[in-house]
């Protein structure tokens, strides 16, 4: 699967109100990226899903996947590209200890 156009197109989904097709293409991410160790594309994924989870009130499959996208060890050069998924995972595990 080429992960670049297969995370576009989740998100794609996610804009058009194709949730659940987005869920599903994500988790196929998430787990190609798991089993080829790429970090970028797991960060990605995981954020995502966690978003995904944190805006359905899943609060604990959504800390799963946001402590994976921040806990990630990541490859030289791709913090900078991944900053962005990595300070909403942050943010959103802040809102998550202030639930509780």
């Known amino acids: 699967m080429n992960l670049d156009a297969a995370f576009r197109k989740a998100l794609i989904y996610l804009d058009t109100g194709k949730e659940e097709?987005?869920?599903?293409?994500?988790?196929?991410?998430?787990?190609?990226?798991?089993e080829t160790?790429?970090?970028l594309h797991l960060?990605?994924?995981?954020c995502a899903l966690g978003q995904y989870y944190y805006n359905r009130d899943e609060f604990t499959n959504a800390r799963h996947y946001l402590d994976i996208t921040v806990?990630?060890?990541?490859e030289e050069g791709l913090d900078d590209l991944l900053a962005y998924e990595i300070n909403v995972a942050n943010e959103l595990l802040l809102e998550?200890?202030?639930k509780n």
């Open 71 to 74: 806990s990630t060890p990541l």
């Open 37 to 39: 160790d790429d970090s």
């Open 21 to 34: 097709a987005a869920k599903e293409l994500l988790d196929a991410i998430y787990q190609e990226s798991l």
């Open 43 to 46: 960060v990605q994924s995981s």
């Open 96 to 98: 998550l200890d202030a």
